[in-house]
């Protein structure tokens, strides 16, 4: 499976900033997605990252909040904007792989807003 | 109705022993099926995947998918520390790639 990376693997922020999160992959996939992990809680997908286009997010997600960028096939970004405390999350990109449908998942950014 | 209900609390059992964990969807027409391995404080890991009804074994882990009852579950034979984890369960979702997330089970193994 692809080696996945991202930056920053935590940071602490203030209220009102923006935190962007960065996803590398070491070969081209063709989907990336991006995923939120509250405190004690499953996955929860924010969007899915569409090379060349606009991101297509999830019900209860909107670009203006979680602006995404996927300029080639081996990366992507996620900005969270205006960050409040219930922003605190880890939040996780995932490839697809070979397999049909599998994801294979980045090692997570850990969010902790004050 | 939750897409991906795994429903047990915590599973407390003795090293050696055979973990069960469960997992109910409600779209008919999910595909794929996954479980996937999160110890705390790391990412996911996909161990298993199936796609067929029956039993699909990868050393001490098995599979098995009814899709007439729609419930996938996971067995973990010759239970080690090591399996101590939260186990998530994942269905691909008909006509898309998203995959759907299960709450998670916390398996804990007593050396």
């Known amino acids: 499976s692809a080696v996945i990376s991202q930056k920053p693997s935590r940071d602490i922020c203030q209220r009102g900033t923006s935190l962007t999160i960065q996803c590398q992959v070491d070969?081209?996939?063709?989907?990336m997605f991006w995923y939120r992990q509250q405190p004690g809680q499953s996955l929860t997908l924010i969007a899915t990252a569409n090379q060349g286009s606009e991101a297509t997010y999830e019900s209860g997600f909107v670009i203006d909040k979680f602006p995404i960028s996927r300029p080639n096939l081996t990366f992507s970004t996620l900005t969270v904007s205006n960050l409040s405390p219930e922003d605190s999350s880890i939040y996780l990109c995932?490839?697809?792989?070979?397999?049909?449908?599998?994801?294979?998942f980045g090692p997570g950014t850990r969010l902790t807003v004050t | 109705q939750k897409e991906v209900e795994q429903n047990s609390g915590p599973l407390s059992v003795p090293e050696g022993a055979i973990a069960s964990l469960n997992c109910t969807y409600s779209d008919r027409g999910s595909q794929s099926f996954f479980w996937y391995r999160q110890y705390s404080g790391k990412s996911p890991e996909l161990i298993m995947s199936i796609y067929s009804n029956g039993d699909k074994e990868d050393g001490r882990f098995t599979a098995q998918l009814n899709k007439a009852s729609q419930y996938v579950s996971l067995l973990i034979r010759d239970s080690q520390p090591s399996d101590s984890a939260t186990y998530l369960c994942?269905?691909?979702?008909?006509?898309?790639?998203?995959?759907?997330f299960g709450k998670g089970n916390q398996v804990v193994v007593i050396p």
């Open positions: 994942a269905v691909n979702q008909r006509g898309n790639n998203r995959l759907a």
């Open positions: 070969s081209q996939v063709t989907m």
């Open positions: 995932s490839v697809t792989g070979t397999g049909d449908y599998e994801q294979y």
